[in-house]
């Protein structure tokens, strides 16, 4: 019997090892395609003197943990409604949503959004949006918020990379109009995880 027991330790911790070296390449695709668009100058959010300069973006460690799976709960009968924004545009989104997990112990809950003029286009029919703050906002990360990017769930369960999580546009220029973290969205968490906040050249 112990000797089961042992192979079946051996085996789910060889399992365990290799969802974190998959995870781990995953982020690291994700990073390399990130820089690589902010590198070019015809996708680059970054200003001139920024751009001259730039090699890579700064991000947390990858943190395994932060990849959670988290309950996904429907919201039925949404109103659209007008996004607040860095400028005075005013977007039309619904509330397609919630994402219900726990971080810490600590049950944790974020709205999940959908855009109306997007889910126009067949590119973005099935894309959904997190726009959030955390505890590291305008400390170790940018104090906007970042972005969470989702795809509509086929089940009642959907996964939160918070590895994944990006600046809007605003924090590396304010020629942009970004989506503000509503309220609802503000964790009481620290997220030390996804792209930090940008140091702009001087």
Known sequence: MKKLQLILLLLFASVTVFAQKK???QIHKFQKELNASYANPE???????DLASFTSLDFFPIDAKLRIE???????????????TSTDREPIYVKYGEAVF???GKEQTLSIYQSQTLS????????????????TCGEESYGGGRYLDLNIPKSDMIVLDFNK???????????????????????KVAIRAGVKSFKKHE
């Open 23 to 25: 995870h781990e390449k």
């Open 43 to 49: 996708s680059s959010p970054l200003m001139p003197e």
């Open 70 to 84: 988290a309950k996904f709960i429907r919201t039925e009968g949404s109103k659209p409604f007008k996004m607040k």
């Open 102 to 104: 726990t971080i810490d």
């Open 120 to 135: 126009k286009t067949k590119e973005y029919e099935d894309y959904l949006f997190i726009p959030f703050t955390d505890l």
């Open 165 to 187: 999580a990006y600046n809007p546009y605003c924090a590396y220029s304010n020629r942009y109009s970004c989506p503000v973290p509503p309220k609802e969205n503000r964790l």
